[in-house]
């Protein structure tokens, strides 16, 4: 018995087999249903198992078509509302085995670990409540991949499209194209300090500008002065602490043990439940492109707001 919601989700299901697009709406019921179990405890017999198996492996059911009618399903959503928030995050599916390893799958950080990278795009309302996935690519690191150990230098020698870092702008493109979709709604691409890449801000300030963005800051970057001049122009930080503060707020703070022992990134430290109390600061400033050997950035102007904590605790690290 199909659940009604999968009915509704799949009804535009195209994996130009009948017989497959009902087979996605079976699979898909049985494992949201017992989503913790294991896809033979799932299934409830032989034959769906042995059923579901030959879905997976047949061609015609790729990543994207069985994607796609959730993403048809999502756009109908996001249109109803008038504020939809576009988070995009990256995860890792870790499928490492004691022995032996699972086949296809690939390193996660040098050899340690195996399994597959996910980069999602999944929308909300603004009060958190989830209306589903945008955009979703699904890759796996080749075998002795050494960029994570080149210095900051040789990194920035390496196109933005020869990066895996690519894959936030590129993920803030596709929001802005699913805006266009919807013109009566309002999009917010949000995405967490990972995505404070030059390139990515660029991209958030090309024409046309339909949807709005917040990338949580990382690199305390330079500023172009006045007249645009480079040299003596202030650092990001600097400029936005000597704004005046705008208004106070009390927040709740949640409580987090460091996970490393070693740690020292104040972000990264342990920290006590509590209310804290934030002034919030904001300034419009124009950030000093970096170089790249391979082109020319343009100068971006932003907004920046800056929230940290007043009086915090002394044996406690403070929220910025």
Request: charge should be neutral; hydrophobic fraction near 35%; proline fraction near 7%.
């Amino acid at each position: 018995m199909l659940a009604p919601w999968v009915m509704d989700e799949m009804k535009t299901a195209d994996l130009k087999d009948k017989r497959l697009n009902e087979r996605l709406a079976q699979v898909l019921s049985a494992l949201s249903a017992l989503p913790t179990a294991s896809i033979p405890a799932a299934c409830g017999g032989r034959a769906e198992m042995v059923a579901a198996y030959r879905f997976f492996e047949n061609d015609k059911a790729t990543f994207d078509n069985i994607l796609q009618p959730h993403r048809d399903a999502t756009r109908q959503r996001m249109a109803a509302q008038s504020v939809v928030v576009l988070a995009q995050d990256t995860t890792e599916i870790n499928v490492t085995r004691p022995e032996q390893q699972v086949d296809g799958a690939g390193p996660l950080d040098g050899n340690s670990r195996r399994g597959a990278l996910l980069h999602l795009m999944h929308a909300f309302t603004p009060d958190g409540t989830p209306l589903g996935s945008v955009q979703a690519t699904a890759w796996t690191r080749e075998e002795g991949t050494k960029c994570a150990t080149l210095s900051r230098a040789e990194r920035a020698t390496i196109p933005i499209e020869e990066k895996e870092s690519n894959r936030w702008v590129l993920t803030l493109r596709r929001a802005r194209e699913e805006a266009q979709h919807c013109p009566s709604t309002k999009f917010i691409c949000v995405a967490d300090s990972e995505a404070d890449i030059y390139e990515v801000l660029v991209e958030g300030t090309t024409e046309p500008t339909n949807g709005d963005w917040i990338v949580r800051a990382c690199q305390n970057r330079a500023l172009l002065g006045e007249n645009g001049e480079k040299n003596g122009a202030k650092l990001l930080r600097e400029q936005v602490c000597e704004q005046p503060v705008l208004f106070q707020h009390t927040i709740s703070v949640r409580g987090r043990k460091a996970k490393v022992a070693c740690e020292t990134r104040g972000r990264r430290q342990p920290r006590q439940s509590r209310q804290a109390e934030v002034a919030v600061r904001s300034a419009r400033v124009t950030l000093r492109p970096p170089s790249r050997p391979d082109r020319t950035l343009p100068a971006v102007t932003v907004n920046v707001v800056l929230i940290s904590e007043v009086n915090p605790p002394p044996d406690d690290e403070p929220i910025e």
